[in-house]
T-cell receptor, first 114, second 114 residues
Framework: GDSVTQMEGPVTLSEEAFLTINCTYT??????LFWYVQYPGEGLQLLLK???ADDKGSNKGFEATYRKETTSFHLEKGSVQVSDSAVYFC?????????????WGAGTKLIIKP | NAGVTQTPKFQVLKTGQSMTLQCAQD?????MSWYRQDPGMGLRLIHY???????DQGEVPNGYNVSRSTTEDFPLRLLSAAPSQTSVYFC?????????????FGPGTRLTVL
């Protein structure tokens, strides 16, 4: 079935390190892809998105490219900060019963140490 | 704009009790949904609504009821609480159920069922 797989966490990095969080998906058709971020004690918020193959989403120094050939949408950031510590969720939208639904990955906890 | 608001923030119930989790949004969004978040499982869709008077089941609807009498409000009712319903509950809304629409999340309700 349709699914999203993320790398397991927690991922622990030092400040200014390079970040990659892997996300791969299985889906029929042409889904839109998203990264959401959840800061401690808060709800999720959209970080970036891409709606078609080869699109690159970017926000707050984070980037992800929609790779149809590898069914991936890996999240990257060149230099992380302590304030980036959060849980990151990869997701896709799929047409189900005439409505689009979000399919979520399990989330990856990121810990940045000063 | 307050965005998406949820009450209460925390709740403890005994097995068999019922309660209603409140959700409201002030963005005139058509689409609203309820998720539960459990460790290692990401978000799972409980119920959703594509407009006032229209609701449908998500992935894990058993034990929950919803109604949507107005565009703004989308309460979630637990009929007879069970320990398996211990979770963090998030309400979300979006402009419509389109494939690339951003979902806006409330701050969550942490529910414990004893």
């Amino acid at each position: 079935g349709d699914s999203v797989t993320q790398m397991e966490g927690p991922v622990t990095l030092s400040e200014e390190a390079f970040l990659t969080i892997n996300c791969t998906y299985t889906a029929t058709g042409y889904p839109s892809l998203f990264w959401y971020v959840q800061y401690p004690g808060e709800g999720l918020q959209l970080l970036l998105k891409a709606t078609k193959a080869d699109d690159k989403g970017s926000n707050k120094g984070f980037e992800a490219t929609y790779r149809k050939e590898t069914t991936s949408f890996h999240l990257e950031k060149g230099s992380v900060q302590v304030s980036d510590s959060a849980v990151y969720f990869c997701a896709l939208t799929l047409l189900m019963d005439s409505n689009y639904q979000l399919i979520w990955g399990a989330g990856t906890k990121l810990i940045i140490k000063p | 704009n307050a965005g998406v608001t949820q009450t209460p923030k925390f709740q403890v119930l005994k097995t068999g009790q019922s309660m209603t989790l409140q959700c409201a949004q002030d963005m005139n969004h058509e689409y609203m949904s309820w998720y539960r978040q459990d460790p290692g499982m990401g978000l799972r869709l409980i119920h959703y609504s594509v407009g006032a008077g229209i609701t449908d089941q998500g992935e894990v609807p058993n034990g929950y009821n919803v109604s949507r009498s107005t565009t703004e409000d989308f309460p979630l009712r637990l009929l007879s609480a069970a320990p398996s319903q211990t979770s963090v509950y998030f309400c979300a809304s979006s402009y419509s159920a389109g494939s690339y629409n951003e979902q806006f999340f409330g701050p969550g309700t942490r529910l414990t069922v004893l």
